[in-house]
């Protein structure tokens, strides 16, 4: 007999095997993320370069990617309620069509009004893909693995972003935008061919977790993850302006950026899913501003790789937190819609706030005041902190957590 039957009662108990992480229709899910966000990547410079070659206005140009924001927006806003209307599956057809279908437009010699319509549109299908995945993701993940899941998301999704954006760039600098578009034509409609083995459902009470207790609750997750995004779309927007910082350590900070984020999202997953996601909030925030706070030493090259790698880590940490939690107080669309709508309103409103900063400040200060505003959030995630209270053997039995 062996000595695990021969022990004490509880000795010879296997612990119990976790549950398998990713699913036929999962990795499905993850192709559909990566080849819609690879697609809308790749245009975001294509298009605004092809308008000024054309010998459209710095505004003109800009009007595009407004037009594509604003249309992702907007998507995101209703896609919550169309999920539940309609289904999963409906939901994510109609935004891979919306976002490959009219790239057909821009295969020929286009004028600016066909470019900003037709970005307008393909914001729409991004919108609806993005919180249609995320719906999905969440859903079918299992309870007690789900921050590891949603740091395998940030992965999938952290690719298209060092790939696609600068492929697309090179490619419309090369005068290939016609091979962009087209790219991008193929790799929108390609969530199609995932259809088939995807959740159709549409979804009735929350799956995953408890109603959040009041509409407090459900709105300070999303803003203390803006603050965050706030600083991310002014990083990407403006380093690459800053006349103090080289193209060449430019390039370096804002690869290093999203490798950081991308390492930092998986391992935060992997800790939340043991001790918590909700404790992981203000180390995130403050690593954050302390790394845009480091900008203001933007001259030294060795400040700006060292502020992005902080930047980078915290942003992580922040992205895979929020969601977690989001999906923990609310269904599964309505935390994807609610965390998406965050991600896109901070990353557009960052660029804005900081052009009216730097005017007056320059760009050293305004980093460091943006760092400032994301410290704005550590009050919230103070809160969800305390009110995010998980007993430990209730997360490794995948309990539903008690929400104050």
Request: charged fraction near 10%; charge should be positive.
């Amino acid at each position: 007999m062996s000595s695990l039957t021969q022990a004490g009662p509880g000795a010879g108990t296997r612990a119990p095997r976790r549950p398998r992480l990713v699913s036929t229709p999962l990795a499905l899910t993850f192709m559909a993320e990566f080849t819609s966000l690879t697609s809308f990547l790749l245009l975001i410079s294509v298009l605004p370069m092809r308008a000024a070659a054309a010998g459209a206005s710095s505004a003109a140009a800009g009007l595009i990617t407004a037009a594509l924001l604003a249309g992702t927006v907007i998507a995101e806003a209703a896609a919550a309620f169309a999920i539940r209307r309609l289904g999963y599956r409906v939901v994510l057809a109609a935004g891979a069509v919306l976002l490959g279908a009219p790239t057909l437009a821009l295969l020929p010699r286009e004028p600016q009004a066909i470019m900003v319509a037709v970005s307008f549109v393909r914001g729409l299908g991004f919108g609806l893909c993005g919180v249609a995945t995320g719906a999905l993701t969440a859903l079918l993940l299992p309870p007690e693995r789900r921050g590891e899941g949603l740091g395998l998301l940030g992965i999938v999704s952290g690719v298209p972003a060092i790939v696609a954006l600068p492929a697309g760039a090179w490619l419309a600098g090369h005068h290939q935008a016609t091979v962009a578009a087209a790219v991008a034509m193929i790799a929108g409609l390609m969530p199609l061919a995932a259809l088939r083995w995807l959740p159709g459902g549409r979804p009735g009470s929350p799956m995953s977790g408890g109603p959040v207790t009041s509409s407090r609750g459900a709105l300070r997750l999303p803003l203390v993850f803006a603050a965050c995004t706030v600083a991310a779309g002014v990083i990407d927007s403006f380093l690459p302006l800053a006349s103090a910082v080289p193209s060449s350590i430019c390039s370096a900070a804002l690869l290093v950026q999203a490798i950081a984020a991308t390492i930092s999202r998986w391992q935060a997953g992997r800790h939340g899913d043991r001790y918590g996601h909700a404790r992981l909030l203000v180390p995130a925030i403050v690593v954050s501003a302390l790394g845009m706070a480091v900008m203001i030493w933007l001259a030294s090259p060795v400040a700006v790789l060292a502020g992005m790698v902080l930047f980078g880590a915290g942003f992580g940490v922040a992205e895979n937190s929020t969601f977690a939690l989001l999906i923990e107080q609310l269904p599964e669309a309505k935390a994807s819609a609610l965390w998406n709508l965050a991600y896109d309103a901070g990353y557009g409103l960052g660029p804005a706030m900081f052009g009216l900063f730097s005017a007056r400040t320059g760009y050293p200060a305004a980093f460091a005041l943006t760092g400032v505003l994301v410290l704005a959030a550590l009050p919230g995630a103070l809160r969800e902190r305390k009110a995010s209270v998980l007993p430990a053997a209730g997360r490794a039995a995948g309990g539903v957590p008690a929400l104050s």
